[in-house]
């Protein structure tokens, strides 16, 4: 508790946060990053991004959402209001026998189609 609050009210020299989207999608993480959003621990604003991140949401092709997205990734990694040490890493000691195991990138298993010799 006394670390989410340290966060939440920016009473912090260097701090530790967690990024783990709730859906697989670039906005589940760049919403976190816009101006007054309660998730933006940094606390960072930036006018542009804030305007690239809305109009990456309200985007019709998949082409323009992805060039709004990566001039916003430009950005904040110009002005990089946050470091990324660490990325998390997932092991599975599975017996060969086993078949059909299945995660997608948020890490969630689908156990339905799994087979056993």
Known sequence: RTHLAALAS???AIALATAIPDYDGV??????????NPGNYPRWK???FD?????ASCAVSTSERNHAYQ???KMLLNEMPLIPLY???QNFLMQPRVKNWR???L????YPDLLTD
């Open 10 to 12: 920016g009473d912090y």
């Open 103 to 105: 995660a997608d990138r």
């Open 46 to 48: 930036n006018a542009g």
């Open 71 to 73: 001039e916003a990734e």
């Open 87 to 89: 990325f998390n890493a």
């Open 51 to 55: 305007q690239l991140a809305t109009a």
């Open 27 to 36: 906005s589940a993480l760049s919403d976190e990053l816009r101006s007054g």
């Open 107 to 110: 890490w969630t298993r689908f």
